[in-house]
């Protein structure tokens, strides 16, 4: 029987970091994820029953570096099944000049860190502002403390920031707005969400409200434009 | 013909398998293969009014499976049947669609729209949680019209006295769905249905007790290989759903 959208890959290196293990991928076939995009991986054993949701942080080729967290079973050799890339990703102007990274989830910003790989070797000018910074952050990228926030949106022109479901308030008093409507630059949030299906269940646990109306981040988002979320629910 | 047999025919069913309610929304995933084998689609909740998602949404694996607590968002019945009776209507399988309600008042609105739309085999009514036997019946009666009823009710819910005033109330069938359950996440205790192959030996337990009664039970739990679902089937159910699993085998 056809599966569907289905790519095998091979777990070929573990990175361990105390804040999270992520992984390097080898895939049988390329894979392109948009930064923001995600993929879901299953293995054959039972010790995950529903798929983990996988974030990049950089593509190499055939491979994938996959942003923590990883289940911590998960070996090198271990085979993997990915569906995806699955849902709407970010989607930096053309023009972006100055380019903002914030993460309020405690990831280390390393989910949006494929928007920087993808911009390192160009004019662009990147700045990361997170909890504390990842391991082998590239030297093109300022680590800036997220309470710095409001002092560098005078500076971006592009905004992609990582925050979990209810803590838009928290995103709008760091950056000193009355409201998220209120960001002076283009910007898009990747929200996090329990991703488990891929879109197929629309069983409502990622459910994101964009516009005034109910939305699914798994098929809908992760990513939505930061001035279309709603911060009550 | 052996009592399986006669019991999909009971239900219309050319397969005992099929989907549970809340795991492939309200039209089969495109480039769906398997729903070609489908017995027949049954939709996510559907309720009078569009319904929000629960505040404390939320998703806790644990050993064996995974605690789940949506809500039960949807758009409402007149948004769905707008949006999908069409489609619905083009399925290669009958569709079940599930509803819920809280009161016997609803469900005449809820249901009647429905009828008058093609290709709809069955209307599954979800029974709230902790609710007495004389309102489940009042529901049933509430939501008996032109389409077969099935009743849906938690494996942890059913009581084996109940099965016969159920029948003799109207209804087609039952379909045993997840339990409830609750866990510690973040500090606090968190309630929602369960699911996972550590749901399996209560769906088993439950499906030979109710097995003796004239009733088609159907098992909605647990089920996450093949063998199970055919040791659910010899057990005596009619027909199983599958829920978690199909989020992992991805030839749906």
């Known amino acids: 029987m056809k599966t569907m959208n289905e790519t095998r890959a091979r777990i070929s290196e573990i990175f361990y970091n105390p804040n999270g293990t992520g992984m390097r991928l080898a895939c049988e076939s390329p894979l392109h994820p948009l930064p923001g995009q995600y993929l879901l991986a299953r293995t054959a054993g039972m010790q995950q029953i529903i798929p983990i949701p996988l974030f990049c942080r950089a593509v190499e080729g055939m491979d994938l570096i996959v942003a923590p967290p990883v289940p911590t079973d998960w070996l090198p050799g271990t085979e993997i099944s990915l569906r995806g890339p699955l849902g709407n990703g970010f989607h930096p102007p053309a023009t972006m000049r100055h380019l903002v990274l914030a993460d309020l989830s405690g990831n280390q910003g390393q989910r949006l860190l494929q928007l920087a790989s993808d911009v390192v070797e160009t004019t662009v000018e990147t700045a990361l502002l997170s909890d504390s910074a990842p391991d082998e952050l590239p030297i093109e990228i300022e680590f800036l403390p997220i309470k710095a926030l409001n002092e560098v949106l005078a500076w971006a022109d592009y905004l992609a920031v990582e925050v979990p479901l209810g803590q838009l308030g928290v995103l709008r008093d760091l950056a000193g707005l009355q409201s998220i409507r209120e960001f002076p630059m283009q910007s898009e949030a990747l929200v996090d969400a329990p991703l488990i299906c891929g879109g197929i269940g629309a069983c409502g646990v990622c459910s994101v409200k964009v516009s005034g109306r109910w939305q699914l981040a798994c098929k809908d988002g992760p990513v939505f434009r930061l001035n279309q979320l709603s911060e009550e629910e | ?252």
């Open chain 2, 1 to 252: 013909m052996n009592r399986q047999s006669a019991l999909l025919d009971r239900l219309e069913l050319s397969s005992p398998w099929m989907n549970a309610t809340g795991f492939l929304g309200y039209f089969p995933p495109p480039r769906s293969n398997w729903v070609r084998s489908m017995g027949a689609f049954v939709t996510n909740p559907v309720s009078l009014l569009p319904r929000k998602p629960a505040f404390h949404r939320l998703v806790q694996p644990f050993p064996g499976g995974f605690l789940l607590h949506t809500g039960f968002p949807n758009p409402g019945i007149h948004n769905v049947i707008q949006q999908y009776a069409e489609k619905w209507a083009k399925i290669p399988v009958p569709v079940w669609v599930n509803v819920l309600a809280q009161t016997p008042d609803e469900l005449p609105q809820l249901i009647e729209p429905l009828e008058d739309l093609e290709n709809i085999g069955s209307i599954e009514l979800g029974i709230p949680p902790g609710i007495t036997l004389k309102l489940i019946l009042e529901l049933i009666r509430a939501a008996s019209g032109e389409i077969p009823l099935m009743v849906c009710l938690g494996v942890d819910q059913i009581q084996i006295e109940w099965i016969k005033p159920i029948h003799e109330a109207g209804a087609s069938g039952v379909v045993l769905s997840a339990p409830k359950g609750m866990l510690k996440v973040d500090n606090h205790i968190a309630g929602g249905r369960l699911y996972g192959p550590t749901v399996f030996p209560q769906m088993l337990k439950t499906v030979c007790r109710l097995a003796q009664f004239d009733l088609p039970v159907i098992a909605g739990g647990g089920i996450f290989s093949e063998a199970d679902g055919e040791t659910l089937l010899e057990a005596g159910a009619a027909a199983v759903q599958l829920d978690a699993v199909l989020w992992r085998n991805w030839e749906v």
